[in-house]
């Protein structure tokens, strides 16, 4: 144990942190085996609140004043600057919001969950994404619903407290805090946030589906090229593409995509059950591994479903093929490990070379090309 000193690029939002410390000081740690979730409904459309650099952002040459007006001349919102200061206008369109205050209160309802607005009233900006909101859940069926308006630390202080009670909070806010909790509440519940799915509807109807990257794909990358051993956790990943296969599914009405992903999520709760994400030792599972995992399992349920006789019968002997040879695969995977591997570039790897690195068994690649006749 060691300590660590954190600088939160945003002190505005410093605080949601000392909360949670001065939590775990008043009640000791988080245990994720009995801590409710906190779900985010983040505010992203149309550059919303957009925190990377842009037009928007400007080095102040000298102390002063930095004002916002409108058309009319009237000022929206300002800011006291210094000499150097980076500064950043934040901006969001009516439509944006009035899309995210309806995906709230529709998880909220769907999940029959309390959803809190992060919006501090003392912040320019936030005070007139406040007006918005309340303005525009007045157009939305909240009924039954627990919906509130919280500052930070408010909504900290109330989300933490029904986490320890094994209780769901969805939080509901602007892009910079949707950035910090994704990965603040998945760290509590699974140590990473490469584990969680991340989920953003989109306006046109469409979907992003994606996950976190843990914060240490570097030495991810550092480890397999040295001992051609990838310890990168996909599961994210798989959980993403089996929500994507549920949408496709849902939106296209298309029998097969739901079917997929109904197979698909049974796997992922197989291959959890089952433990087989990447080990950090060489020579033992690795990224390849659970890969290969996943394709079972995820074979076996479709070749044991009975709602699509083509796809039962198209995966069958690849289900087959893959148990049969469970043993010979693993342990040709593992065995390729304990080297140094060239994949020709860090950023830019050679796609040949990248495949082989990626592909050492050959009984597992014979099974895919046979499938895939």
Avoid at 133 to 155: C, F
Avoid at 247 to 268: E, M, R, S, W, Y
């Amino acid at each position: 144990m060691h300590d660590t000193k954190a600088v939160i690029p945003d002190r505005c939002y410093a605080d949601i942190y000392q909360v949670v410390i001065e939590d775990c000081k008043r009640h000791g740690a988080f245990d994720p085996t009995t801590l409710g979730t906190v779900p985010n409904v983040g505010l992203m459309a149309q550059q919303a609140e957009e925190y990377g650099s842009h037009d928007k952002t400007f080095q102040i040459p000298a102390d002063g004043v930095v004002r916002v007006t409108d058309l009319s001349g009237q000022v929206l919102l300002e800011h006291n600057v210094e000499t150097g200061d980076i500064w950043r206008m934040c901006q969001v369109k009516d439509a944006p919001i009035r899309d995210w205050v309806k995906l709230a209160v529709n998880r909220a309802r769907e999940s029959a969950t309390p959803a809190v607005f992060w919006l501090d009233p003392a912040r320019a900006h936030d005070a007139r994404m406040i007006e918005k909101v309340q303005r525009y859940l007045k157009e939305q069926d909240t009924t039954g619903l627990d919906i509130r308006i919280m500052s930070p630390v408010e909504a900290t202080r109330f989300s933490l407290d029904r986490i320890r009670a094994g209780q769901d909070t969805i939080s509901v806010t602007g892009n910079v805090l949707r950035d910090y909790l994704t990965d603040l509440f998945p760290i509590m519940e699974l140590g990473t946030s490469a584990k969680m799915l991340s989920i953003v509807p989109l306006m046109a109807g469409g979907g992003l589906f994606e996950t976190g990257a843990g914060g240490s794909a570097p030495k991810h990358v550092q480890q397999f090229l040295q001992e051609n051993h990838l310890r990168w956790d996909s599961l994210g990943e798989f959980l993403a593409l089996a929500a994507s296969l549920e949408h496709v599914g849902i939106a296209g009405n298309n029998p097969k995509a739901k079917i997929l992903a109904k197979t698909l999520d049974q796997a992922n709760g197989k291959f959890l059950d089952a433990n087989k994400s990447p080990s950090r030792k060489t020579g033992e599972l690795d990224n390849r591994g659970s890969h290969f995992y996943l394709a079972l399992y995820w074979a076996q349920a479709l070749a044991q479903q009975n709602e699509d006789p083509a796809l039962k019968q198209q995966f069958a002997a690849f289900a087959a093929a893959l148990a049969d040879n469970e043993q010979k695969i693993v342990a040709e995977l593992n065995q390729a490990q304990g080297k140094p591997v060239d994949i020709g570039g860090y950023y830019h790897p050679d796609p040949a070379l990248a495949s082989q690195a990626m592909r050492p068994s050959a009984t597992l690649n014979n099974a895919i090309k046979a499938v895939m006749v």
